[in-house]
C-alpha cells in the first residue's frame, strides 16, 4: 500500500501541478507579479512548518539531538553550495539567448524534482501521515514556483503545447526518484530518518534564501501586514496537521 500512495503523491506533484500551474498563469497572466507575493508568504509559513513542526519532531525520535541538529546545518550548508553552482551556471548563460534560458531552467528543475521525489518516498515509508503533510508542502512549494517557470519558457519562445509537454517532461524525474527510493529504502530503512533531514534542510534553506528575500522587497505597509497574516495563518495549518 505504501507504493500506491508514493505513486499518487508524487504523480501529484510532478503532473498535477502543470493543469494548475498553466490555468493560473492565464487568469492571473497581467497580475501575477502583484499578486505573486500571496503564494510566497504562504509558501514561507508552510514550509517553515512542515520543517519545524513535523519533520524534525520526527527525525528526533529516532537522532539524538546534537547528532540531528549537525545533519541539518550540513544540508543548509549542502543546498548553499548546490544554489551557488546554480547561480553561476545562469550567469555562464545570460550572453546566450532566450531559448538557453528555458532549456536551463528544465534541467535545472528535473535535478531538483529528483529531489522532491527522494523525500516524498522517504516520507511515506516514516508514516502515512508524515507523508502527506511533506506531500502538501512540496505541491504547495512546486506551485509557486510552476507559474513563474511557465512565464520563461514562454518568453524563451516556446509554444504553450512545448512549454506543458516539457515540462511534464522534466517534472516527471519526481516519479522516477520517488519508485527508486521506495524499493531502495526497503534495503536502507536505516537512511530515512538522514533523508527527511535533508528535506528539512532543503525546506529551510528555500525559505530563507528565495522566499525571504522576494517577500522583502515589498514595502507596502498594507502587503506586508498581509503577508504576515498569511504566514501566521500557514503556521497555524501546518502545526495543526
Known sequence: MTLVYILIASTLVSLGIIPVSAILLTIFKDSYQKLSFLFLSFSLGILLGSAFFDLI?????HLELR????????????????????????????????GAAGALLL????????????????????????????????ALHELSHGVSEFAVLLNSGYSRKKAILYYALSSSTTIIAALITHFSLDYL??????VLLMAAANFIYVSLVELVPNLNQETQFRKIILQFLLVLLALFIAYNL
Do not use: M, Q
Open 67 to 98: 547528532e540531528a541538529s549537525v545533519y541539518l546545518v550540513a544540508g543548509i550548508i549542502l543546498f548553499w553550495l548546490i544554489h551557488k553552482i546554480i547561480l553561476k551556471r545562469r550567469c555562464s548563460h545570460d550572453g546566450h539567448d532566450h
Open 107 to 138: 534541467w535545472g528543475d528535473a535535478i531538483h524534482n529528483i529531489t522532491d521525489g527522494v523525500i516524498i518516498a522517504s516520507s511515506f515509508h516514516h508514516s502515512f501521515s508524515l507523508g502527506w503533510v511533506v506531500t502538501g508542502t512540496v
Open 57 to 61: 519532531p520526527h527525525i528526533i525520535e
Open 189 to 194: 530503512d536505516h537512511f530515512v530518518p538522514y
